[in-house]
């Protein structure tokens, strides 16, 4: 299993950036895809969360205003954040975990995989 963030980078507030996570997952499995995101002296927080059936979780901080989406066939997930704010400066994380059927939520313990971070700055 692989994650690789891409996309980051230094904009002002209220524009927009999206990142991508190339997915090289195990195809016998399902997962719930989930993006985080650690602020500068924070800790790491849940931003958004995808399972197999669409179904997903967006922290109160970021909704209206981010989009997580996934491409299955391009192998990639997507956090489309737009009217970005300087409180969303952090390091942003794709993640990956085992979808058991249940709703999948924007907790970091449920997920096993990670990429390395793209950071973000507004």
């Known amino acids: 299993v692989q994650l690789v963030e891409s996309g980051g980078g230094s904009v002002h507030s209220g524009e927009s950036l999206r990142l991508s996570c190339a997915l090289r997952l195990n195809p016998g499995s399902r997962y719930c895809l989930g993006w985080f995101r650690q602020p500068p002296g924070q800790d790491r927080e849940g931003v958004a969360s995808?399972?197999?059936?669409?179904?997903?979780s967006y922290a109160s901080s970021v909704k209206g205003r981010f989009t997580i989406s996934r491409d299955l066939a391009k192998k990639t997930l997507y956090l489309q954040m737009d009217s970005l704010k300087p409180e969303d400066t952090a390091m942003y994380y794709c993640a990956a975990g085992i979808d058991d059927g249940s709703w999948c939520t924007i907790a970091a313990y449920e997920y096993r995989h990670w990429g390395q971070g793209t950071q973000v700055t507004v």
């Open positions: 995808i399972g197999t059936h669409a179904g997903g």
